[in-house]
Protein backbone atom coordinates (compact mmCIF):
# COMPACT_ATOMS: atom_id res chain seq x y z
CA UNK A 1 0.00 0.00 0.00
CA UNK A 2 1.40 3.93 -1.07
CA UNK A 3 2.23 5.62 1.79
CA UNK A 4 0.25 8.55 1.91
CA UNK A 5 1.08 11.82 0.34
CA UNK A 6 1.79 14.70 2.94
CA UNK A 7 1.35 17.41 0.35
CA UNK A 8 0.39 21.19 2.44
CA UNK A 9 0.55 19.09 5.54
CA UNK A 10 2.61 20.67 7.70
CA UNK A 11 2.78 23.87 6.43
CA UNK A 12 2.90 26.64 8.93
CA UNK A 13 0.81 29.65 8.93
CA UNK A 14 2.42 33.11 8.75
CA UNK A 15 -1.07 35.02 10.43
CA UNK A 16 -0.61 35.16 13.59
CA UNK A 17 -3.84 35.71 15.90
CA UNK A 18 -3.00 38.88 18.24
CA UNK A 19 -5.05 38.16 21.26
CA UNK A 20 -2.56 35.09 21.72
CA UNK A 21 0.53 37.35 22.08
CA UNK A 22 -1.08 39.71 24.25
CA UNK A 23 -2.62 37.38 27.08
CA UNK A 24 1.17 36.03 27.43
CA UNK A 25 2.17 39.53 26.94
CA UNK A 26 0.05 40.80 29.80
CA UNK A 27 -0.03 37.35 32.24
CA UNK A 28 4.03 37.15 32.53
CA UNK A 29 3.83 41.28 33.01
CA UNK A 30 1.37 40.44 35.97
CA UNK A 31 3.53 38.01 37.32
CA UNK A 32 6.65 39.91 37.23
CA UNK A 33 4.80 43.15 38.56
CA UNK A 34 3.86 40.85 41.63
CA UNK A 35 7.47 39.81 41.65
CA UNK A 36 8.39 43.50 42.45
CA UNK A 37 5.85 43.66 45.62
CA UNK A 38 5.99 42.79 48.98
CA UNK A 39 4.57 39.20 50.12
CA UNK A 40 1.95 40.98 51.66
CA UNK A 41 1.07 42.68 48.31
CA UNK A 42 1.81 40.52 46.04
CA UNK A 43 -1.01 38.72 44.11
CA UNK A 44 0.67 36.44 41.77
CA UNK A 45 -1.59 34.24 40.38
CA UNK A 46 -3.07 32.79 36.77
CA UNK A 47 -6.15 32.29 36.38
CA UNK A 48 -7.35 29.71 33.29
CA UNK A 49 -11.18 29.22 32.62
CA UNK A 50 -12.47 25.76 33.08
CA UNK A 51 -14.24 23.95 30.57
CA UNK A 52 -17.67 22.29 30.70
CA UNK A 53 -18.81 18.96 31.20
CA UNK A 54 -20.80 17.71 29.17
CA UNK A 55 -23.58 17.91 31.62
CA UNK A 56 -23.16 21.61 31.51
CA UNK A 57 -23.39 21.88 27.80
CA UNK A 58 -25.97 22.76 25.14
CA UNK A 59 -26.96 22.40 21.67
CA UNK A 60 -26.58 25.60 20.13
CA UNK A 61 -30.34 26.10 17.91
CA UNK A 62 -28.59 28.16 15.06
CA UNK A 63 -25.00 26.86 14.76
CA UNK A 64 -26.26 23.51 15.74
CA UNK A 65 -22.95 22.74 17.34
CA UNK A 66 -22.04 21.80 21.28
CA UNK A 67 -21.55 24.60 23.31
CA UNK A 68 -20.77 25.39 26.98
CA UNK A 69 -24.28 26.88 28.37
CA UNK A 70 -23.45 30.65 29.08
CA UNK A 71 -24.32 30.13 33.00
CA UNK A 72 -22.19 27.63 33.90
CA UNK A 73 -18.67 29.35 32.86
CA UNK A 74 -16.17 28.61 35.85
CA UNK A 75 -12.43 29.52 36.07
CA UNK A 76 -9.24 28.26 38.48
CA UNK A 77 -6.87 30.49 39.71
CA UNK A 78 -3.82 29.15 39.89
CA UNK A 79 -1.49 30.90 43.02
CA UNK A 80 2.14 31.72 43.51
CA UNK A 81 3.14 29.84 46.26
CA UNK A 82 0.13 28.62 46.55
CA UNK A 83 -1.74 26.85 49.55
CA UNK A 84 -0.31 23.62 48.61
CA UNK A 85 2.80 21.98 46.69
CA UNK A 86 0.86 20.70 44.16
CA UNK A 87 -0.45 24.06 43.48
CA UNK A 88 2.77 25.85 43.37
CA UNK A 89 3.96 22.70 41.00
CA UNK A 90 0.38 23.45 38.65
CA UNK A 91 1.58 26.74 38.91
CA UNK A 92 5.20 26.64 37.60
CA UNK A 93 3.75 24.22 34.92
CA UNK A 94 1.87 26.96 33.14
CA UNK A 95 4.52 29.30 33.13
CA UNK A 96 6.97 27.05 31.98
CA UNK A 97 4.34 26.09 28.72
CA UNK A 98 3.51 29.66 28.28
CA UNK A 99 7.16 30.43 27.82
CA UNK A 100 7.65 27.57 25.40
CA UNK A 101 4.25 28.56 23.57
CA UNK A 102 5.94 32.41 23.61
CA UNK A 103 9.08 31.03 22.17
CA UNK A 104 7.28 28.85 19.71
CA UNK A 105 5.19 31.79 17.97
CA UNK A 106 7.76 34.46 18.20
CA UNK A 107 10.34 32.16 16.20
CA UNK A 108 7.53 30.44 14.05
CA UNK A 109 8.26 26.95 14.96
CA UNK A 110 5.30 24.85 15.01
CA UNK A 111 5.31 21.88 17.83
CA UNK A 112 3.33 19.57 19.29
CA UNK A 113 1.79 18.90 22.60
CA UNK A 114 4.20 15.52 22.70
CA UNK A 115 7.44 17.98 21.67
CA UNK A 116 6.36 20.28 24.80
CA UNK A 117 6.60 17.13 27.01
CA UNK A 118 9.74 15.94 26.34
CA UNK A 119 11.26 19.36 26.52
CA UNK A 120 11.12 18.46 30.44
CA UNK A 121 8.85 14.92 31.02
CA UNK A 122 10.18 14.58 34.68
CA UNK A 123 9.20 18.21 35.44
CA UNK A 124 5.68 17.63 33.61
CA UNK A 125 5.14 14.30 34.71
CA UNK A 126 3.17 12.77 32.69
CA UNK A 127 1.51 13.77 28.82
CA UNK A 128 -1.88 14.67 29.80
CA UNK A 129 -1.15 17.29 32.20
CA UNK A 130 0.76 18.91 29.42
CA UNK A 131 -2.70 18.79 27.22
CA UNK A 132 -4.85 19.59 29.43
CA UNK A 133 -3.30 22.60 30.11
CA UNK A 134 -2.53 23.56 26.41
CA UNK A 135 -6.29 23.31 25.91
CA UNK A 136 -7.06 25.11 28.83
CA UNK A 137 -4.96 27.99 27.45
CA UNK A 138 -6.39 28.36 23.53
CA UNK A 139 -10.12 27.49 25.43
CA UNK A 140 -9.31 30.93 28.25
CA UNK A 141 -7.74 32.87 24.74
CA UNK A 142 -11.12 31.96 22.67
CA UNK A 143 -8.65 30.02 20.24
CA UNK A 144 -7.90 26.85 18.82
CA UNK A 145 -4.56 25.26 19.18
CA UNK A 146 -3.15 25.95 16.21
CA UNK A 147 -3.13 29.96 17.12
CA UNK A 148 -0.82 28.72 20.03
CA UNK A 149 1.86 27.25 17.46
CA UNK A 150 0.75 24.03 18.57
CA UNK A 151 -0.68 21.26 16.13
CA UNK A 152 -0.48 17.48 15.69
CA UNK A 153 1.25 15.56 12.77
CA UNK A 154 -1.92 15.49 10.22
CA UNK A 155 -3.37 11.97 10.98
CA UNK A 156 -6.92 11.79 8.59
CA UNK A 157 -6.91 10.36 5.37
CA UNK A 158 -8.60 11.48 2.16
CA UNK A 159 -9.41 11.00 -1.43
CA UNK A 160 -12.04 11.57 -3.58
CA UNK A 161 -12.65 14.38 -6.48
CA UNK A 162 -11.49 17.94 -4.67
CA UNK A 163 -9.33 21.33 -5.69
CA UNK A 164 -7.70 22.43 -2.41
CA UNK A 165 -7.38 26.27 -4.27
CA UNK A 166 -5.36 29.15 -1.97
CA UNK A 167 -5.50 33.11 -3.77
CA UNK A 168 -4.87 32.09 -7.90
CA UNK A 169 -3.52 28.63 -7.44
CA UNK A 170 -4.82 25.67 -6.97
CA UNK A 171 -2.86 24.16 -4.32
CA UNK A 172 -3.64 20.37 -4.36
CA UNK A 173 -5.59 18.94 -7.11
CA UNK A 174 -7.03 15.47 -6.33
CA UNK A 175 -8.34 14.73 -9.49
CA UNK A 176 -4.81 13.96 -10.12
CA UNK A 177 -4.06 11.80 -7.51
CA UNK A 178 -4.94 8.24 -7.41
CA UNK A 179 -3.76 7.29 -3.71
CA UNK A 180 -5.15 8.81 -0.60
CA UNK A 181 -3.29 11.21 1.14
CA UNK A 182 -2.71 13.02 4.59
CA UNK A 183 -5.74 15.68 5.22
CA UNK A 184 -4.56 18.92 4.25
CA UNK A 185 -3.91 22.06 5.90
CA UNK A 186 -7.01 24.46 5.44
CA UNK A 187 -6.40 28.39 5.94
CA UNK A 188 -8.51 31.23 5.96
CA UNK A 189 -9.51 32.08 2.71
CA UNK A 190 -8.89 28.58 1.45
CA UNK A 191 -11.60 27.36 -1.11
CA UNK A 192 -12.14 24.00 -2.11
CA UNK A 193 -14.00 23.19 -5.45
CA UNK A 194 -16.18 20.22 -5.41
CA UNK A 195 -18.49 20.78 -7.45
CA UNK A 196 -18.65 17.53 -9.38
CA UNK A 197 -18.65 15.83 -5.92
CA UNK A 198 -22.34 14.26 -4.87
CA UNK A 199 -21.64 12.88 -1.49
CA UNK A 200 -19.25 12.75 1.22
CA UNK A 201 -18.31 9.66 3.33
CA UNK A 202 -16.78 9.98 6.63
CA UNK A 203 -15.22 6.39 8.02
CA UNK A 204 -14.51 5.61 11.32
CA UNK A 205 -12.02 3.00 10.62
CA UNK A 206 -8.81 3.12 8.31
CA UNK A 207 -9.07 -0.41 7.23
CA UNK A 208 -12.50 0.14 5.81
CA UNK A 209 -11.53 3.10 4.03
CA UNK A 210 -8.45 1.56 2.62
CA UNK A 211 -10.42 -1.24 1.54
CA UNK A 212 -12.82 0.86 -0.34
CA UNK A 213 -10.44 3.13 -1.47
CA UNK A 214 -8.44 0.39 -3.29
CA UNK A 215 -11.17 -0.61 -5.52
CA UNK A 216 -12.10 3.27 -5.87
CA UNK A 217 -15.56 3.32 -4.43
CA UNK A 218 -15.69 7.35 -4.72
CA UNK A 219 -15.18 7.03 -8.46
CA UNK A 220 -17.74 3.68 -9.41
CA UNK A 221 -20.36 4.88 -6.82
CA UNK A 222 -23.97 4.54 -8.86
CA UNK A 223 -24.31 7.77 -6.89
CA UNK A 224 -21.57 9.61 -8.84
CA UNK A 225 -18.36 10.89 -7.80
CA UNK A 226 -17.44 11.16 -4.04
CA UNK A 227 -14.99 12.19 -1.00
CA UNK A 228 -14.10 9.46 1.54
CA UNK A 229 -12.70 11.11 4.44
CA UNK A 230 -11.73 8.65 7.87
CA UNK A 231 -10.12 10.52 11.01
CA UNK A 232 -8.56 7.17 12.18
CA UNK A 233 -11.25 6.93 15.22
CA UNK A 234 -12.03 10.03 16.79
CA UNK A 235 -11.27 12.74 14.52
CA UNK A 236 -8.23 15.57 15.14
CA UNK A 237 -8.61 19.01 14.50
CA UNK A 238 -7.16 18.93 11.25
CA UNK A 239 -10.12 16.71 10.03
CA UNK A 240 -12.53 18.23 11.26
CA UNK A 241 -11.42 21.56 10.09
CA UNK A 242 -11.08 19.72 6.37
CA UNK A 243 -14.85 18.06 6.43
CA UNK A 244 -16.09 21.89 7.69
CA UNK A 245 -14.51 23.58 4.90
CA UNK A 246 -15.78 20.76 2.13
CA UNK A 247 -19.49 21.48 3.94
CA UNK A 248 -19.34 25.02 3.38
CA UNK A 249 -18.83 24.36 0.46
CA UNK A 250 -21.41 22.34 -0.34
CA UNK A 251 -23.58 25.09 1.24
CA UNK A 252 -22.64 27.57 -1.57
CA UNK A 253 -23.26 25.05 -4.20
CA UNK A 254 -27.04 25.98 -5.41
CA UNK A 255 -27.64 22.64 -7.61
CA UNK A 256 -27.63 19.37 -6.20
CA UNK A 257 -25.29 20.47 -3.01
CA UNK A 258 -23.76 17.13 -1.80
CA UNK A 259 -24.88 15.24 1.05
CA UNK A 260 -22.66 14.01 4.04
CA UNK A 261 -22.84 10.41 5.27
CA UNK A 262 -21.36 8.80 8.95
CA UNK A 263 -20.32 4.96 8.64
CA UNK A 264 -18.77 4.06 12.23
CA UNK A 265 -19.31 0.89 13.99
CA UNK A 266 -22.75 -0.23 15.84
CA UNK A 267 -21.36 0.89 19.40
CA UNK A 268 -21.40 3.48 21.63
CA UNK A 269 -17.60 4.34 20.29
CA UNK A 270 -18.94 4.84 16.75
CA UNK A 271 -21.55 6.65 17.68
CA UNK A 272 -19.54 9.66 20.08
CA UNK A 273 -16.87 9.48 17.00
CA UNK A 274 -20.28 9.91 14.90
CA UNK A 275 -21.03 13.01 17.26
CA UNK A 276 -18.05 14.61 17.64
CA UNK A 277 -18.20 15.27 13.83
CA UNK A 278 -21.63 16.57 13.71
CA UNK A 279 -21.72 18.38 17.15
CA UNK A 280 -18.08 19.35 18.36
CA UNK A 281 -16.26 17.67 21.26
CA UNK A 282 -16.35 18.46 24.63
CA UNK A 283 -13.06 19.79 24.39
CA UNK A 284 -13.04 22.28 21.86
CA UNK A 285 -16.73 23.64 22.79
CA UNK A 286 -15.33 27.35 21.84
CA UNK A 287 -14.34 26.11 18.60
CA UNK A 288 -17.10 23.64 17.64
CA UNK A 289 -19.62 26.47 16.07
CA UNK A 290 -16.32 26.56 13.30
CA UNK A 291 -16.15 22.77 13.02
CA UNK A 292 -19.57 20.84 13.39
CA UNK A 293 -21.46 19.35 10.50
CA UNK A 294 -24.43 19.93 10.94
CA UNK A 295 -25.97 18.23 7.40
CA UNK A 296 -24.42 14.74 8.53
CA UNK A 297 -26.23 11.66 8.23
CA UNK A 298 -26.13 8.48 9.78
CA UNK A 299 -25.48 5.83 6.99
CA UNK A 300 -24.93 2.92 9.56
CA UNK A 301 -23.46 0.62 11.33
CA UNK A 302 -27.00 -0.20 13.43
CA UNK A 303 -27.04 -3.30 15.40
CA UNK A 304 -30.67 -3.72 14.11
CA UNK A 305 -29.44 -3.94 10.70
CA UNK A 306 -27.61 -7.15 11.57
CA UNK A 307 -30.54 -8.66 13.17
CA UNK A 308 -32.79 -8.03 10.18
CA UNK A 309 -30.76 -9.78 7.95
CA UNK A 310 -29.04 -12.87 9.85
CA UNK A 311 -28.78 -15.41 6.94
CA UNK A 312 -26.97 -13.03 5.33
CA UNK A 313 -24.04 -11.86 8.02
CA UNK A 314 -24.54 -15.07 10.03
CA UNK A 315 -24.21 -15.32 13.94
CA UNK A 316 -20.60 -14.06 14.30
CA UNK A 317 -21.62 -10.51 13.07
CA UNK A 318 -22.74 -9.18 16.52
CA UNK A 319 -20.44 -9.31 19.82
CA UNK A 320 -21.58 -8.79 23.09
CA UNK A 321 -20.75 -5.26 24.95
CA UNK A 322 -18.38 -5.22 27.39
CA UNK A 323 -19.03 -3.37 30.70
CA UNK A 324 -16.71 -0.15 29.64
CA UNK A 325 -19.62 -0.36 26.65
CA UNK A 326 -22.50 -0.68 28.94
CA UNK A 327 -20.75 1.84 31.34
CA UNK A 328 -20.04 4.72 27.81
CA UNK A 329 -23.71 4.20 26.87
CA UNK A 330 -25.51 4.94 30.48
CA UNK A 331 -23.02 8.14 30.34
CA UNK A 332 -24.13 9.31 26.77
CA UNK A 333 -27.56 8.90 27.63
CA UNK A 334 -27.01 10.63 30.95
CA UNK A 335 -24.70 13.39 30.46
CA UNK A 336 -24.81 14.67 26.58
CA UNK A 337 -27.61 16.93 25.43
CA UNK A 338 -27.11 15.12 22.18
CA UNK A 339 -28.78 12.07 23.34
CA UNK A 340 -30.79 13.72 25.67
CA UNK A 341 -34.96 12.59 25.14
CA UNK A 342 -35.55 16.13 24.18
CA UNK A 343 -32.46 16.28 21.98
CA UNK A 344 -31.77 16.17 18.50
CA UNK A 345 -31.24 12.93 17.54
CA UNK A 346 -34.08 10.49 18.96
CA UNK A 347 -32.94 7.68 16.54
CA UNK A 348 -29.68 7.78 18.05
CA UNK A 349 -30.82 7.45 21.48
CA UNK A 350 -33.41 4.73 20.33
CA UNK A 351 -29.86 3.10 18.91
CA UNK A 352 -28.07 3.06 22.03
CA UNK A 353 -31.03 1.76 24.22
CA UNK A 354 -31.55 -0.89 21.98
CA UNK A 355 -28.30 -1.88 22.20
CA UNK A 356 -27.98 -1.76 25.95
CA UNK A 357 -31.22 -4.03 26.31
CA UNK A 358 -29.89 -6.31 23.45
CA UNK A 359 -25.78 -6.19 25.08
CA UNK A 360 -25.43 -6.53 21.38
CA UNK A 361 -22.56 -3.93 18.68
CA UNK A 362 -21.46 -4.80 15.30
CA UNK A 363 -18.30 -3.54 13.93
CA UNK A 364 -17.83 -2.39 10.26
CA UNK A 365 -15.67 -4.55 8.99
CA UNK A 366 -18.37 -7.09 8.69
CA UNK A 367 -19.68 -5.50 5.56
Known sequence: MAEPSTINALEIDDG??????????????????????????????ITLKRRASPMACIINPITGALESSPRVETHRKYSWPGKTAHEAWK?????????????????????????????????????YIVDHIVDDLAYTIGVNRTA?????????????DFRLIRGSHILIDAQSVTEDSL?????????????????????????VFHRLARISYHTRALAGEGIMVTGKG???????????????????????PPRFYALTDGDP????????YKYGSAAHLHQNARLSIPRLQWLGLRVTDIIAVPEVLGDTALLSLTMRDRK??????????????????PEWRAELQRMLVLNLKAEIEIL
Request: glycine share 4%; aromatic share 8%; hydrophobic share 45%.
Open 328 to 345: KIVAMLRNSPVWASDGPE
Open 269 to 276: HGMAIMST
Open 148 to 160: LNVEAAAKGLVTG
Open 91 to 127: FTVILRILAILDQAIRTGQLISKRDIYYIDPEFFRVQ
Open 16 to 45: RDPSVQEFIDNTLAALIHGLSQTPAEANIS
Open 183 to 207: IPRIKDGDEIDISRVRWVLVIEKEA
Open 234 to 256: YPDFMTRTFLRAISDSASNQSRH
